[in-house]
């Protein structure tokens, strides 16, 4: 994938869909931003057209850059030079306003589970069914070390095609904006959990870098 005037393409020069999202900017005007940081986050949703949809709501008050479906179906929100609305509050190195340098990419997954009467409930508390059918084929039973006394959690698993797409997402990115630190919305938000257990952060962060795991300024 490649990026041309900040926007997302696919080898071919064929755009990646776009949905402009009203949720950006600052008092209702665009922000040009220079990213130096990438932001892994999770949709708590099943599919890409409904997180595309919330984005494009000006009630949902959230956005992100890049949304990208369990098929491996990509689009974009924003600009990668514009002030999306992925991260919230907190702050990361000494940093706040995260918003104002990153880009945040959101994959399709429901995200933190837990177990009610014997079933897997999302944080709605709507029925867990699976995303394969079967909840006990694609959820990975874990603790996450924002949850206090290291409960076990479930987390719906990330397809091998969203992933690699994923992937192909951020080096783009990170080849584009010269980016060397990627990490989790977990990371600066003790109020979070994405993008949780099942996604291998540490390895991720390994391969779109070009470095060893373990090698960055920050790892876990």
């Not at 900017?25 to 708590?44: H, K």
């Not at 992100?64 to 190195?93: K, P, T």
């Not at 779109?208 to 960055?216: A, Q």
Request: hydrophobic share 35%; aromatic share 10%; net charge negative.
């Amino acid at each position: 994938m490649k990026i041309i005037n900040h926007a997302l393409y696919n080898d071919d020069d064929t755009p990646v869909p776009f949905k402009r999202t009203p949720n950006q900017g600052r008092n209702g005007q665009d922000v040009e931003i220079s990213p130096s940081l990438l932001v892994m986050q999770y949709t708590a949703g099943g599919n890409l057209a409904g997180a595309v949809s919330w984005f494009s709501n000006p009630e949902a008050k959230a956005s992100a850059h890049v949304v990208v479906g369990r098929d491996g179906e990509v689009a974009q929100c924003a600009l990668f030079n514009r002030r999306a609305w992925h991260a919230g509050g907190g702050m990361w190195r000494g940093r706040a306003d995260i918003n104002s340098w990153s880009i945040g990419i959101e994959m399709v997954n429901w995200g933190k589970l837990t177990k009610v009467a014997g079933t897997w409930r999302t944080d709605t508390q709507a029925t867990y069914a699976g995303h394969e059918g079967d909840p006990a084929v694609d959820v990975l039973e874990a603790p996450h070390f924002n949850t206090p006394g290291g409960a076990i959690l479930g987390w719906p698993t990330y397809t091998e095609t969203q992933l690699a797409k994923v992937n192909e997402v951020a080096q783009a990115i990170v080849a584009q904006y010269g980016i060397t630190e990627i990490i989790g919305h977990e990371d600066f938000r003790t109020d979070k959990w994405d993008p949780g257990p099942a996604f291998p952060l540490s390895s991720f962060r390994s391969r779109v870098l070009g470095r060893e795991e373990g090698g960055g300024t920050f790892d876990r």
